[in-house]
């Protein structure tokens, strides 16, 4: 009997043993990805879908190849909840790397929480790909102390800096058409408004600074909370002030109010700039049809073609979940096109290795090509170049219930230089403001 027994347990012992080595190499043929972002909003889940879509073409292909290995990708996913709570958010992140023991983060959205959450990836040397957060500085303090924040790429959007040029480019554009169909001969007037969130505070002394140069008049500055659910006070005094063109700037939920009470009131005035809610196809009922005309910064439109990557993605993301992707999908460029080959070619998943290659690589992702920026001093800094032939995004503008490409339509930032991409269409002015002007 007590052979028995002790049979029994060797037994079980060497089972356990086999398990466990199998449990260990089914473990080392996996890349763990997390995925974080705040889940229960648009942004959350563009960070999701587009990494989704990214890792089932990578495993439906055979995987990754990893020196002599096929890996496949598994993704974890964090909800952030980077809107209400950095501490969340920085759970989340903790969450990831030491209990899922992920290899790479892809998403952050909010700035606030990104900083707080690049910390702790970068003190883990966890590579983190973000994007969704613009602030200069997150990639400002890889140049600075490179050694412990090399592993920070930013892959989307371009710095809040090339955001507001990109939107400078756009008003100008706006503000020609406005001159030129509604016969405006004095100074095009703007107003400014801009949430109250720390990504957007390097955008008010950008604005005050470059708009008189571009020869237009800036008539007020108004920072609404981000979460503001009435914003008939600030749109009532910026029609007082006789704006001709609204330059927003919003990430967060306020884009949409806003865009719906400037349409219930018909203040005679185009919204022109960054409304991120605007992106998706849910903002035309989320506005009740009255965010028609609004015009926003974007990544992507339907019919319009960056470059040869695009059409495929947004065909495919439109067929799979429904919708256009917004900018914060492109967690599926992050992982196929910046991620994976840059895997393939060091053959290992050593984070050091990894990003020696991956910060001198120049590739296209689906909206852009990516160069990596160094400073003025030359230091690597992981941000991405803004111009024609790499980084330049799009403008869209709601038409009649449709999300149409407007900008860049015949930009030339330079003597020689004229951008339009396949599909682009007219900026069309609202009647409503048509209807005013010829009043005078």
Not at 41 to 55: D, E, K, L, S, Y
Not at 334 to 347: C, D, F, Q, R
């Amino acid at each position: 009997m007590k052979c028995f027994k002790k049979s029994m347990f060797v037994t079980a012992i060497i089972f356990l043993f086999t398990v466990s080595l199998s449990m260990t190499a089914f473990a080392a043929d996996v890349i763990k990805i997390g995925v974080i972002g705040p889940m229960k909003f648009v942004q959350g889940i563009g960070h999701w879908n587009g990494a989704t879509m990214a890792a089932d073409e990578i495993n439906a292909a055979g995987g990754v190849k990893v020196g002599n290995k096929m890996m496949k990708i598994e993704l974890i996913q964090a909800d952030s909840n980077e809107f209400l709570s950095v501490t969340d958010a920085t759970n989340a992140m903790e969450r990831l790397i030491t209990k899922e023991k992920v290899n790479f983060v892809v998403g952050g959205f909010r700035t606030e929480a990104v900083f707080a959450m690049q910390d702790i990836a970068m003190d883990k040397k966890v590579i983190f790909l973000s994007c969704g957060a613009a602030h200069n500085e997150l990639c400002g303090r890889v140049a600075k102390y490179y050694d412990q924040y090399k592993y920070f790429f930013r892959v989307t959007p371009f710095n809040s800096s090339n955001l507001v040029k990109a939107a400078f480019s756009h008003v100008g554009s706006v503000a020609g058409v406005l001159k030129k169909e509604l016969g405006i001969e004095g100074k095009i007037k703007v107003a400014f408004v801009a949430e109250k969130a720390q990504w957007a505070d390097p955008m008010v002394p950008a604005v005050q600074a470059v708009l008189p140069k571009m020869g237009m008049e800036l008539v007020g500055v108004w920072r609404p909370s981000p979460v503001a659910t009435d914003v008939s006070a600030e749109l009532s005094a910026i029609q007082r002030a006789g704006a001709h063109i609204i330059f927003t700037v919003f990430s967060s939920s306020v884009g949409i109010p806003f865009a719906r009470q400037g349409g219930e009131l018909k203040i005679p005035a185009i919204q022109v700039g960054i409304n991120v809610e605007a992106q998706k196809a849910e903002f035309w009922q989320a506005t009740r049809g009255n965010g028609n005309y609004v015009i926003t910064s974007s990544t992507y439109a339907e019919g319009v073609e960056q470059n040869e990557l695009t059409k495929p993605f947004v065909e495919g993301y439109k067929k799979r979940f429904g919708e256009v992707p917004t900018y914060t999908a492109d967690t599926y460029s992050g992982i196929k096109y910046a991620l994976v080959p840059t895997i393939e070619m060091v053959g290992t998943l050593d984070p050091d290795t990894i990003v020696a290659t991956l910060e001198n690589r120049v590739y296209k992702t689906c909206p852009s090509t990516i160069k990596y920026t160094k400073d003025k001093l030359g230091r690597p800094e992981h941000d991405i170049t803004f111009g024609p032939g790499y980084a330049t995004g799009l403008a869209v503008q709601w038409q009649d219930g449709k999300l149409v490409g407007v900008w860049p339509n015949h930009w030339k930032p330079a003597p020689g230089v004229d951008v339009t991409y396949k599909g682009m269409k007219p900026i069309k002015i609202p009647p409503w403001m048509i209807k005013a002007y010829k009043k005078k």
